[in-house]
């Protein structure tokens, strides 16, 4: 095998691992925690959804200081150093007695989280990888696929049987292991070593040099940038809040466990689609099927008052599969709408996006739970942003098109 191949697939492990631990466990096996926060603590579902609200602000903050954070230490170590970050934080919620203490975890595994995001991960795959560019980020974010997966069962099951706290601590002894593994795989450049990046350069299509010669007006690319900003924060509010979903609705801890891991297990299979598909197909056919998914996902959050097995299994399904545009989507819209010159900075931009979609969405299924009794009104609103978003993004690609 070439050295730069083997480099390459070490990478891209290293950068699987750290996205398992930065938004797997971090971000969506923390919501397998937030049932057990709620009921033990007597909050409310505003109380306790804030909780995420903040880490989302500690994310958006994080994004602007990335790239410097990168700066200084390079990408090896700023990957590792991610992990220990949110094993911190799941040691703060092991000993955590107040909201305050609760809120404070949350701003550190916000932080490690937007240290170890999609930003590092896509930006060492395109360093690594000139063609099936795609492919490999989509490897990268199918670790948070496999966390939840893998975890959210075992979180519960630990949970039931010795509590939260517990399992709180045993997660924060895997990330503090998981870091080491990365700062061993990761390595920062091909150039530095004095390898050239895997693959032959892939040809551009007529679209992908229409859309990186396009020059939006301000009022399309904010546009852009809500759209970006909707899927990626409807994206991550609706997918930590699904099995406080399903217990809401009477579903038992192990059967929303078990359905949420199928919705983890949708997610992975998801983001290898993702790059696969528009690695092949463009994004622009790419995206109708995608947010196909997603929407139909949350269409199905809504009938969840029905209490049926069926639909709320069809809803995982469907929602994690759909949620890989939140993730995979979004480095690739990057890519599409930009220069490689500039693919950095339109990542940043993107990835506060997402960051500030996470907050501002954050607390909202909480807030209309706590109103109306259900949290399906807010995936009904989602549903219909999401809508929205799919139109705005691809009246931008038609404009290439054309």
Known sequence: MPKNLRLAMLSCAGCTLMLLVTCGLACNVFS???????????????????ITTIRSAAYLLGTLAVGRYYRQIG??????????????SFVLFAAAKSLAVYYFAGVVAGIGYAFGSMVPASILMRRWFRSHCGLAIGVCAAGTGLATVAFSPLFTSIA???GVDHAFLWTAVFCLAAAAVVFCLVRDDPHALGLEPF???????????????????????AMVQLAVLL????GATGFTHLMTLYMAEGMDAMRA??????????????????GALC??????????????????????????????????????VFLGFGSSLNTVGISIWAADLSTQERYESVLRQFQAAYG???LVMSFLPGAIADLTGSYAPAYAIFAALLAFSLFTLQSTYRLARK
Not at 208 to 213: N, Q, S
Not at 231 to 234: A, E, F, P, Q, Y
Request: with cysteine; proline share 2%; aromatic share 10%.
């Open 160 to 162: 039931e049987k010795s």
């Open 231 to 234: 899927v990626s924060g409807i």
């Open 75 to 88: 990408y090896r170590a700023g990957c590792a150093l991610s992990a220990v970050l949110v094993s911190v």
């Open 279 to 316: 690695d092949r197909l463009g994004s622009y056919r790419s995206n109708y099927l995608l947010f196909g998914c997603f929407i139909l996902g949350y269409v199905l959050c809504t009938l969840a008052p029905l209490r049926s097995a069926a639909l709320m299994l069809a809803s995982a």
């Open 257 to 274: 466990a078990a359905a949420f891991s199928l919705c983890g297990l949708a997610l992975m299979a998801g983001k290898f689609a993702c």
């Open 32 to 50: 397998a925690a937030q049932p057990y926060i709620l009921a033990g603590n007597g909050f409310t579902n505003t109380q306790t959804s804030l």
């Open 199 to 221: 693959g032959k350069e892939a040809q551009e299509s007529a679209q992908t040099r229409a859309l990186h010669a396009l020059h939006p007006t301000r009022l399309r690319w």
């Open 356 to 358: 500030l979609g996470g």
